[in-house]
C-alpha cells in the first residue's frame, strides 16, 4: 500500500510497523462510536468517564475508513437476517422493505444509520482521485480551496439550512459532506507528509504540546460556538490531530514483554467490523440486556464485547477470503 506525497503528488512506500500506540487509539474510538449512539448522557454519573468518553466521544470521526465489501455486503446480510429470523425473535420494530434496502444501499443510513459516513469517504475519495488525476501535482491547492469552503459553509449556518430541506434518508449523507471534508483532508496531509517521523525527534515536546491541547479545547468552546449537525468545529478536528499525535508517539519501543504485545495486538483487532455492528446489536440485544437497553456506559462495554466476538468468529470463518472485510 503506498500514500500520496503531498508535496509532488508522487507515491511514497507505507511502512508496515505495528504501533501499538494507534492499536489502543483504535480501540478507543471505536467504543466512542458506541457511546456516541447507544449511551444515554445521563446514565453516566462519574464525571472522570463522562469526560473521557462521553463528551469526546464526537471526535471518532477522522478514525475509520471504508471498503466497499462491508459497505455493501452488510446492508444485504441484515436486511436476510431481519426477515428472516431476527425480526420474529427480537420482536424488532419492522420488516424492511425492498425500499429500505435500496435507501440504505444509495444512502448509507436507513437501517444501519453509520453508514452515512462512509457514504461521505467514498464520494470524497471519487472526488480526490478526479482531482488527482485532471490537476495532477496542483491538487494539493483545490483541495485546500475545498476545505476552507467546507468551512466556510458551516460557519455561516447554510449548510445547516441546506441540511433542514433534505429528505429524511438524505440529511446524515449529503448535509454532512462539508463537516467530513476537512477531516478526510486533514487524514491526507498526516499521511503524506512524513509528518510523524518529524515529531518523533521532538516526541516529548509534541506530547506535552498536544496533550495541553486537547485538554484545552476540552475545558473551553474555542471555535466550536457555530452553526452545524453534529461534527461540525474547527476544535473537534484540531483535537483529533492532537489525540492522534498523543497515541501514534506512544512508546512502543518500550514494551519488551510478548504476552502484553500479543494482548495489545489483540484488543486492537476488528474496530473496523465493530463500528459496521455495534448499531445492530444494540437494536437486537437491547430486547434482551436491560443495560443495553437503558444505556448505560456498562451496556457500551457489553456491545463491544458482543460485537468483537462476533467479529473473531466471521474473521475466522471467513479466513483469507474478501469476506474478511466485513470484521476487520
Not at 111 to 126: A, D, E, G, K, V
Request: a positive charge; one cysteine or more.
Amino acid at each position: 500500500m503506498n500514500l500520496i506525497n503531498a508535496k509532488n503528488g508522487s507515491y511514497i512506500p507505507l511502512i508496515k510497523k505495528y504501533n501499538y500506540g494507534i492499536g489502543l487509539l483504535k480501540v478507543y474510538l471505536a467504543f466512542t462510536v458506541i457511546i456516541s449512539h447507544c449511551c444515554k448522557r445521563e446514565s453516566v454519573k462519574n464525571k472522570y468517564i463522562f469526560v473521557i468518553f462521553v463528551k469526546s466521544r464526537r471526535i471518532h470521526v477522522p478514525s475509520f475508513f471504508i471498503l466497499i465489501i462491508p459497505y455493501v455486503g452488510w446492508p444485504i446480510i441484515i436486511y436476510i437476517l431481519n426477515n428472516g429470523v431476527l425480526q420474529r425473535i427480537t420482536k424488532n420494530n419492522k420488516l424492511y422493505s425492498i425500499e429500505d434496502l435500496k435507501n440504505q444501499l444509495l444512502w448509507g443510513n436507513i437501517f444501519i444509520i453509520q453508514f452515512w459516513f462512509q457514504w461521505n469517504l467514498i464520494m470524497i475519495t471519487i472526488i480526490l482521485f478526479i482531482l488527482i488525476f485532471i490537476l495532477k501535482n496542483n491538487y494539493i491547492f483545490y483541495l485546500q480551496l475545498l476545505a476552507f469552503f467546507a468551512y466556510f459553509l458551516q460557519y455561516s449556518g447554510y449548510n445547516m439550512k441546506f441540511y433542514k430541506i433534505l429528505r429524511a434518508e438524505n440529511r446524515q449523507t449529503l448535509g454532512r459532506i462539508a463537516e467530513i471534508f476537512p477531516f478526510t483532508i486533514t487524514g491526507l496531509y498526516l499521511g503524506s507528509l512524513n509528518i510523524f517521523d518529524l515529531l518523533n525527534i521532538h516526541k516529548i515536546k509534541t506530547l506535552i504540546f498536544s496533550s495541553l491541547i486537547f485538554c484545552f479545547l476540552e475545558i473551553y468552546s474555542v471555535f466550536s460556538i457555530i452553526k452545524g449537525i453534529s461534527y461540525s468545529g474547527v476544535d473537534k478536528n484540531i483535537r483529533a490531530i492532537s489525540l492522534i499525535f498523543i497515541f501514534s508517539l506512544f512508546s512502543s519501543e518500550q514494551i519488551t514483554n510478548k504476552k502484553i504485545k500479543i494482548f495489545l495486538r489483540h484488543i486492537s483487532n476488528y474496530t473496523g467490523g465493530i463500528f459496521f455492528l455495534h448499531y445492530t446489536v444494540y437494536i437486537y440485544f437491547k430486547k434482551f440486556i436491560k443495560l443495553i437497553e437503558s444505556g448505560t456506559f456498562l451496556g457500551c462495554i457489553i456491545i463491544y464485547l458482543i460485537c468483537y466476538l462476533l467479529c473473531f468468529i466471521g474473521a475466522k470463518f471467513s479466513g483469507k477470503t474478501k469476506f474478511k472485510y466485513l470484521f476487520e
